[in-house]
């Protein structure tokens, strides 16, 4: 946490609604090295007077803390799966389904919605940034912030779910598509691929690769590995392989929005530098 002193926040006193800017470059005095990381400097009019307070952070930090937390919560799933099929107990005083990835409003999925929260976050301060930089793309970072936002929801409400009876009853689907809540979605991802080819296209090649490979792992994670588990449920019943399996879809998901969020991150330090966010009358 570091703090600009009434002389480095002059300039943004004078407006009075919020506003988010690009800073070109740091100032010099009291803020140190930002050459690797964002910052996002709150400023209150009113209180002009004393220093104001920014939050700043590396993209690298980020990702290994994030990185940090998905390995626990991999090795705490694996760590259920045992106790619940080798040792014939899935409950351990509420544990077992506190952390397993399979199971819904838990642990995992708690931080599976966050993520996707933040990354709708990021991608929401790009759409502003380009906004008021008069830059035509605003539009699709914009959009990108509500899917990114409706996921989050989804996440931990489980809207997806909401369609596989609808779907497989409508469609009288089995097999791979046993759960059929991956056709609509499918449909929307195969659709948002169209759309956003072009804008893809014009972004800078490290935040392409970044995202693309995001992309591949996500949806390899949440809609292949669930056709594969879909067709194995369909045959089998609910055991160690099936765990096994949804252990793979769930860590794909998380390593894909982590990848994302280093590719936005990434994004934000190369285009903007430092950005701050100003709360005024």
């Not at 009019?45 to 803390?65: G, I, Q, Y």
Request: proline fraction near 3%; glycine fraction near 6%; charge should be positive.
């Amino acid at each position: 946490m570091r703090h600009f002193d009434r002389r480095q926040i002059h300039a943004v006193i004078a407006a009075k609604r919020v506003v988010l800017r690009q800073i070109p470059s740091p100032p010099d005095e009291g803020l140190g090295d930002l050459s690797n990381s964002i910052s996002i400097v709150l400023v209150l009019p009113r209180f002009a007077d004393s220093e104001c307070m920014t939050l700043a952070f590396e993209r690298r930090k980020v990702v290994v803390c994030l990185g940090t937390i998905i390995t626990c919560l991999i090795l705490a799933n694996i760590g259920s799966l045992v106790l619940k099929y080798c040792f014939g107990d899935g409950h351990v005083l509420g544990l077992v389904p506190l952390f397993e990835l399979d199971k819904e409003k838990n642990i995992p999925t708690l931080y599976s919605s966050m993520t996707l929260l933040f990354s709708s976050s990021l991608l929401s301060i790009i759409a502003v940034a380009r906004k008021k930089n008069r830059d035509r793309d605003y539009l699709h970072w914009i959009a990108l912030a509500a899917v990114f936002l409706f996921l989050s929801i989804d996440e931990f409400v489980t809207l997806h779910e909401q369609f596989n009876s609808l779907v497989r009853n409508a469609l009288n689907t089995s097999g791979f598509l046993f759960f059929a809540w991956v056709i609509p979605y499918g449909m929307f991802v195969l659709i948002l691929i169209l759309v956003y080819m072009r804008f893809f296209l014009r972004l800078p090649a490290k935040t392409r690769n970044l995202t693309g490979f995001a992309a591949v792992i996500y949806i390899g994670g949440a809609i292949g590995f669930e056709l594969i588990g879909g067709h194995y449920i369909a045959l089998h019943k609910n055991d160690l392989t099936y765990g096994l399996i949804t252990t793979c879809e769930e860590s794909l998901e998380m390593i894909g929005v982590l990848c994302f969020i280093s590719a936005l991150l990434s994004y934000i330090e190369s285009e903007f530098g430092s950005i701050y966010l100003r709360v005024g009358r």
